[in-house]
């Protein structure tokens, strides 16, 4: 059964850092067809795609939010983890992991996201 | 910046057909775009239904389908049920490796 759970502070002050974590169950990050994205979601807006890691290390990040944004992974302990830097209001939300699967199948190449955590609401205030 | 354009929302009539769109500011989506779709209801998070613009996940009702339209990635439900009333995500994938959600489509079922 695969499982995503999200984790991490409730509220965080502004200018400080917020660093969420991802523990996967189900499936190990060193599969070389596993990466985990981490999205957010302000309360009554959309989804937000922020940073992917895939399974040799490789990163990805939102243009827009690079300069804030670390992630990284511990195989062993199966966890994902995210740093933001720079806390603001704005960034009140409800904050996700999901896996993704690269692979070919049926003579194609598919990227697949398919399990979420329940995600994790983060206020931002002071 | 690359921005992903859905409609805002939608009505259908139970057991209607109807096709929310996705679409992308840079141009026409294709397959290599791989589009994913997601359906959030209220106070949950969102369930994926669609991969690779038409791929279902085993959990995916058969009523929903994907495809590609007019230039745009496309999802369609035939024979709308009141548990589809949710809002709908569409996500895309840009070379360089970063991916960009849509602003979502709420559908109501009246």
């Known amino acids: 059964q695969v499982t995503l759970k999200e984790s991490g502070p409730v509220l965080v002050k502004p200018t400080e850092t917020l660093t969420l974590t991802c523990t996967v169950s189900g499936f190990s990050l060193s599969n070389a067809r596993m990466g985990v994205s981490w999205i957010r979601q302000p309360p009554g807006k959309a989804l937000e795609w922020l940073a992917h890691i895939f399974s040799n290390d490789e990163k990805s990040y939102s243009t827009s939010l690079k300069s804030r944004l670390t992630i990284s992974k511990d195989t062993s302990k199966s966890q994902v983890v995210l740093t933001m830097t720079n806390m603001d209001p704005v960034d009140t939300a409800t904050y996700y992991c999901?896996?993704?699967?690269?692979?070919?199948?049926?003579?194609?190449?598919?990227?697949?996201?398919?399990?979420w955590g329940q995600g994790t609401l983060v206020t931002v205030s002071s | 910046q690359t921005v992903v354009t859905q409609e805002p929302s939608l009505t259908v009539s139970p057991g209607g057909t109807v096709t929310l769109t996705c679409a992308s500011s840079?141009?026409?989506?294709?397959?290599?775009?791989?589009p994913n779709w997601f359906q959030q209801k209220p106070g949950q998070a969102p369930r994926a239904l669609i991969y690779s613009t038409s791929n279902k996940h085993s959990w995916t009702p058969a009523r929903f389908s994907g495809s590609l339209l007019g230039g745009k990635a496309a999802l369609t439900l035939s024979g709308v049920q009141p548990e589809d009333e949710a809002e709908y995500y569409c996500?895309?994938?840009?070379?360089?490796?970063?991916?960009?959600f849509g602003g979502g489509t709420k559908l109501t079922v009246l």
């Open positions: 996500l895309l994938y840009y070379g360089g490796a970063y991916w960009v």
């Open positions: 840079t141009g026409a989506v294709t397959s290599g775009y791989y």
């Open positions: 999901a896996r993704q699967q690269n692979y070919y199948g049926s003579g194609s190449y598919h990227q697949n996201f398919d399990y």
